[in-house]
């Protein structure tokens, strides 16, 4: 039984910051590639951040340097911090994470989504 809960979307104004959490169970956490995806409304769900069990984070060029993925193991959490927001990140945010050590959308499991709201 897998199972992905994120939490910590809400309604902020341009420039603030949230922290999004995504709890994990289920999952082989310290072996599984994890990632950070949004989807405005009408549009594809795209990639924000990736995170694999070896190397470093990688981020959409649109976020980079605002927006920070990690994960917390004591917690079984992976999470994204949101600095500089802005409206356009409006979306709601969904963690996934694969089935291997190597991002892989196919076969990945995901969260319900939780909403950002970012006013102007």
């Known amino acids: 039984q897998v199972q992905l809960v994120e939490s910590g979307g809400g309604l902020v104004q341009a420039g603030g910051s949230l922290r999004l959490s995504c709890a994990a169970s289920?999952?082989?956490?310290?072996?599984?590639?994890v990632a950070w995806y949004r989807q405005a409304p009408n549009k594809d769900r795209l990639l924000v951040a990736t995170?694999?069990?070896?190397?470093?984070?990688r981020y959409a060029d649109s976020v980079r340097g605002r927006f920070t993925i990690y994960r917390d193991n004591a917690k079984h959490t992976v999470d994204l911090q949101m600095n500089s927001l802005k409206p356009e990140d409006t979306a709601v945010y969904y963690c996934?994470?694969?089935?291997?050590?190597?991002?892989?959308?196919?076969?990945?499991?995901w969260g319900q989504g939780t909403q950002v709201t970012v006013s102007s």
């Open positions: 996934g994470f694969a089935r291997g050590g190597v991002w892989d959308l196919r076969g990945a499991y």
């Open positions: 995170l694999n069990t070896s190397g470093g984070p």
């Open positions: 289920g999952i082989p956490f310290s072996r599984s590639a």
